[in-house]
């Protein structure tokens, strides 16, 4: 089993900067992917981005240029530093983990953006 627990997250106003991370345990491969996805009420949970074990990143075009997503694999930790946010980036966040068939989600941390 995998446990993910994210932090990090809150209320800020747009153009402001916010960076979560998402710490994961329990039995960790080499070969993962993590990622960051986000969900509004009502709509579907949509990926934000995601990086791989050996450190290949894909973003939304909706964060491409204003957010960084990295991790620790040492910590296995991952990471999504928010620059220049903006109010339609208020949403719940969730930490993804999968490694060969499984797939893990965090609890989730709001991010609010204020305008």
């Known amino acids: 089993q995998v446990q993910l627990v994210e932090s990090g997250g809150g209320l800020v106003q747009a153009g402001g900067s916010l960076r979560l991370s998402c710490a994961a345990s329990g039995s960790i491969f080499n070969i993962n992917t993590m990622a960051w996805y986000r969900q509004t009420p009502g709509k579907q949970r949509e990926l934000v981005a995601f990086i791989t074990s050996s450190g290949s990143t894909t973003y939304a075009d909706s964060v491409k240029g204003r957010f960084t997503i990295s991790r620790d694999n040492a910590k296995n930790t991952v990471y999504l530093q928010m620059n220049s946010l903006k109010p339609d980036d208020t949403a719940v966040y969730y930490c993804?983990?999968?490694?060969?068939?499984?797939?893990?989600w965090g609890q989730g941390t709001q991010v609010t953006v204020s305008s």
């Open positions: 993804n983990l999968r490694q060969w068939r499984d797939n893990y």
